[in-house]
């Protein structure tokens, strides 16, 4: 396998903390409700839906329409994601600006909702605009860890598999990025992910 000189990121949990959990505390005040509410209701699986690339429009009614009780809740998922990913993974935009200043080409593949992405990314344009491109699964309709993707992305980034390091929390991501040739990372930290890119001469 060859050196990778580009370096291809995930976005949720490796570039910024994702926890539904920072949305709904504001709005739910006991934790046990809180916690019931988040491990039945608005679900990781639910929510998977939207980075498959299924309306909040359609996924809400529906969801609303098995928990009545709980349908304004639902709907704040929607106007109020960007409360869910406000802080970004320590040390992570400083290796992408490191990165970039270094001439290194940086690309993600996020899966993420098309319609929430265009609602949050603008917000965070000092960092992202230092990629060349971005891969949204909700807008492709093709989701992490499927080979499909991958291939895409080599395809529409204009690398062969060798050529990058792809980073991402999930083990099952990271297995579908190494079996299309790509050099996966499980992200654990900032600090080992640097000195992965430091072993691989991509940062000094």
């Not at 991402?168 to 990271?174: C, F, H, K, T, V």
């Amino acid at each position: 396998m060859g050196t990778p000189s580009a370096v291809i990121f995930d976005v949720g949990n490796v570039l910024f903390d994702w926890q539904p959990r920072k949305l709904y505390e504001r709005l739910i005040e006991d934790d046990q409700a809180l916690d019931a509410f988040l491990a039945n209701v608005v679900t990781k699986d639910w929510h998977f839906q939207h980075d498959a690339g299924r309306p909040f429009a359609e996924t809400s009614a529906e969801l609303a329409s098995a928990h009545p009780e709980h349908a304004e809740l639902i709907q704040a998922w929607g106007p109020r994601f960007n409360e869910t990913l406000e802080d970004p993974v320590p040390g992570m935009p400083e290796i992408v600006r490191a990165l970039d200043a270094a001439g290194v080409p940086l690309f993600a593949i996020t899966n993420f909702s098309g319609e929430f992405w265009r609602a949050w990314a603008p917000l965070h344009a000092e960092l992202f605009d230092r990629f060349r491109d971005i891969l949204v699964s909700g807008d492709e309709k093709l989701v992490k860890p499927d080979p499909a993707i991958y291939a895409l992305a080599l395809g529409r980034f204009g690398l062969e598999g060798p050529d990058a390091v792809f980073v991402d929390d999930s083990a099952a991501n990271i297995d579908g990025a190494n079996a299309a040739g790509i050099h996966g990372v499980l992200f654990t930290s900032a600090e080992d992910f640097r000195a992965e890119l430091v072993r691989l001469g991509l940062l000094a």
